[in-house]
Nanobody
Framework: QVQLAESGGGLVQAGGSLRLSCAAS????????MAWFRQAPGKERELVAV????????YYVDSVKGRFTISRDNAKNTVDLQMNSLKLEDTAIYYC?????????????????WGQGTQVTVSS
């Protein structure tokens, strides 16, 4: 059993930066593919970035490439999402998700555990 807790959301002006953090409790964190999803009002949950449990593979959705960076620290059981050059369309609830020994996937049902989410609001 893994519990995930996100932090770091908030209100930021367009062009600004935020850093989200997800702390995981439970064993075998290094065996989990870790992902950040987001969900805006009226839209489906969307994969933003994922870091695989093996091979150091990382994937970003096209809309955040060059602006967002996902990183994990297996010693601290954390995965962060550094978000730069934020745009209005980045406004959403951001969720941390974990999949045990599975590849990354844009399908939410691929993931075994979810955090409660943290709100990110980008204003003009």
């Amino acid at each position: 059993q893994v519990q995930l807790a996100e932090s770091g959301g908030g209100l930021v002006q367009a062009g600004g930066s935020l850093r989200l953090s997800c702390a995981a409790s439970g064993p075998s964190f290094s065996g989990y593919t870790m992902a950040w999803f987001r969900q805006a009002p009226g839209k489906e949950r969307e994969l933003v970035a994922v870091t695989y449990w093996i091979g150091s593979r990382i994937y970003y959705v096209d809309s955040v490439k060059g602006r967002f960076t996902i990183s994990r620290d297996n010693a601290k059981n954390t995965v962060d999402l550094q978000m730069n050059s934020l745009k209005l369309e980045d406004t959403a609830i951001y969720y941390c998700a974990a999949a045990y020994r599975k590849p990354g996937s844009p399908r939410p049902d691929n993931y075994d555990y979810w955090g409660q989410g943290t709100q990110v609001t980008v204003s003009s």
